[in-house]
């Protein structure tokens, strides 16, 4: 059977791809080295809303400068351009002199609607709207009760994407791939508004960070694995995000970030790395979530300054296993399920008091911070 056939059967099917190599990726990384990244504008924040298999979503991080952390996501997936089904997430980790259980509502939606410019999106109960501007996002749910939404979240630092188009591309043929990757971030944002529950409304005025991903396939046929830092502080921001393919595409390293300060960005591009630089055994579910991580990053500024950072250090032990298949929406079950060897659990580090280390040129800063990081497991 042609690749492209038995691909097609794996995206209906849910079954396990056959092995195309790591010549069937052509990984963002390979732009870079003519762009290393592109600052976007707000119609490089459309929603895509594919009629095939995809899963698309905005997620919105916050850090209040009360201490709380939280994320509201919305989750867009097509299956084979079968059925769609879209999902509102709210997620409030509390500090720990709070002693509280994180909170968590996830809620299916209803009617969903894009704007004419295709830059917002609404469904029942739902508003999440780019301004005219391109600089603010308003997220308005009363999707649940337990978790009412009133936030803007306001860019900054410049947008961007990494390399020209900021697509990761999977297929034999590299002019006509079968499924895509792509991260556009905000990487440092401010955030206001509120988020009430049963104990009253909860002030998230703070920091923030946003991205919009498009994963134009199945998503455990593009990645096994994934890393994801992002760290805020007075001055400076630094996002890493990686993902490790299935065999399929030769287990595959793709690594993508950008360092900000104030209001401009330092360095964007793939030259960046994550590690788990101590792991233990979760023998519950099989996995080995990190205790202690590594970023790096490396690059040159645009006026040409050799730019290195580095966060490193333990993780707190204050986190939060996710079953996936037990907490995403069910559609997106059907999307993973059937596929032979998939076990998904995502590990969130909400907050870990931690330094970046960062030289820009002959000038070296340290400066503490907070780091939300995310180590996220789906098969071997």
Not at 45 to 59: A, D, G, I, K, R
Not at 266 to 282: E, L, N, P, Y
């Amino acid at each position: 059977m042609m690749s492209w056939a038995k691909q097609k059967l794996a995206d209906v099917a849910g079954t396990r791809e056959p092995i195309y190599g790591p010549e069937a990726i052509q990984s963002v990384a390979k732009q870079t080295e003519v762009t290393p990244y592109t600052e976007l504008t707000r119609k490089d924040f459309t929603w895509s809303h594919l009629n095939t298999t995809c899963v698309e979503t905005e997620v919105f991080y916050l850090m209040s400068d009360g201490g709380q952390v939280a994320f509201v996501q919305v989750i867009y997936s097509n299956v084979a351009g079968l059925r769609t089904t879209s999902q509102f997430n709210c997620k409030i980790y509390y500090p720990k002199s709070a002693n509280k259980p994180n909170l968590w509502s996830s809620d299916q939606l209803s009617n969903i609607d894009f704007s004419d410019d295709e830059n917002s999106f609404y469904a029942d109960n739902l508003a999440v709207e780019l301004s005219e501007d391109g600089n603010t996002y308003t997220i308005k749910s009363l999707t649940n009760q337990a978790s009412v939404v009133n936030i803007a979240v306001t860019k900054t630092a410049p947008a961007f994407h990494v390399g020209k188009d900021g697509n990761t591309t999977f297929g034999t043929d590299p002019e006509a791939p079968w499924g895509t990757m792509r991260h556009a971030f905000w990487p440092r944002a401010s955030c206001s508004g509120t988020i009430t529950t049963s104990d009253g409304a909860i002030d998230f005025k703070g920091k923030a960070a946003f991205i919009h991903c498009l994963q134009g396939m199945k998503p455990h046929h593009a990645a096994a694995k994934w890393k994801f830092c992002n760290f805020q502080s007075e001055n400076y921001s630094a996002i890493a995000m990686e993902f490790i393919t299935p065999p399929s595409y030769g287990s595959t390293v793709v690594t993508i970030g950008g360092i900000t300060k104030g209001n401009e960005i330092v360095w964007a591009g793939s030259t960046c790395s994550a590690a788990w630089s101590k792991v233990k055994d979760d023998s519950e579910v099989g996995w080995q979530p990190p205790e202690a991580v590594k970023f790096e990053w490396n690059g040159k500024t645009n006026d040409g300054k050799d730019v290195t950072g580095l966060v490193e250090g333990p993780l707190d032990e204050h986190y939060d296993r996710v079953d996936i298949m037990a907490e995403v929406p069910g559609f997106i079950k059907q999307i993973v399920a059937g596929a032979a060897g998939t076990k998904p659990y995502i590990y969130q580090y909400p907050k870990n008091i931690i330094s970046l280390k960062i030289k820009i040129g002959e000038e070296e800063v340290v400066e503490e911070g907070i780091l939300y990081a995310e180590a996220t497991f789906i098969s071997e």
